[in-house]
């Protein structure tokens, strides 16, 4: 297998442009990880060094430390490139604890499972 | 290889990626390969409300298996053109 020349690297479609740059990883169960793209391959598996999780819950969000991961390709939906000197994440939301996004997750996963309980409570009305 | 050949003609125009989780975001597209993955440069998500955390990414990497549609400029489709090379494909020209 040859190596795409540097000249190419910036015209083709490969991860290569981005190694050693921080990115956000979209994954298919609409996780976000934060990393530094050291290795990739054709099938967008990928490796994240420093990897952190990105919660978001509503206006309340948190970077959970990971470590080093390996993504199988799969699960990649989007791989982006993060501009360092602009704003992450819109001005209006905040930084919060581990503990407290886990409590914020929670309460919103609550609420998500009741509404799915009253809708079927309520599905032998027929509405729609 | 029919639309990749297609994708690749239209590498620098504007389009809107449309993604399986909803996701719709819009860009020049910069690149595509054979998986049909693509590459987009200027992007920018439709519903940024919806999507925080997509809001200081201008480049990206989409992969093929999750792309719903692509909507492309309307000066991007010559349906003449993408008869003629079907039918081409089919006879296995």
């Known amino acids: 297998m040859s190596w795409a020349g540097p000249e190419d690297i910036y015209l083709s479609t490969s991860l290569a442009s981005y190694l050693d740059k921080k990115l956000l990883v979209l994954l298919r169960d609409g996780r976000k990880l934060l990393g530094i793209l050291r290795s990739f391959d054709q099938f967008a598996n990928a490796v994240l060094e420093g990897a952190c999780e990105r919660v978001i819950v509503g206006d309340l969000y948190c970077d959970i430390p990971l470590g080093l991961y390996v993504i199988r390709g799969e699960n990649v939906v989007l791989i982006g490139e993060l501009e360092l000197e602009k704003e992450e994440l819109p001005p209006h939301m905040t930084r919060v604890s581990e503990t407290e996004i886990k409590r914020a997750q929670k309460v919103e996963r609550e609420a998500s499972d009741l509404k799915g309980t009253m809708r079927k409570r309520m599905e032998f009305l027929d509405m729609d | ?93």
Do not use: W
């Open chain 2, 1 to 93: 290889m029919l639309f990749f050949s297609y994708f690749k003609d239209l590498v620098g125009k504007e389009v809107t990626v449309e993604l399986k989780n909803d996701l719709a975001i819009r860009g020049t597209l910069h690149s595509v390969d054979q998986y049909l993955n693509i590459k987009l440069e200027n992007t920018r998500v439709v519903d940024q409300e919806k999507f925080p955390h997509m809001l200081s990414v201008r480049n990206c990497f989409i992969r093929g298996s999750v792309v719903r549609y692509v909507q492309l400029p309307p000066e991007g489709v010559d349906i003449e053109l993408l008869h003629d090379a079907t039918r081409r494909e089919a006879r296995g020209g």
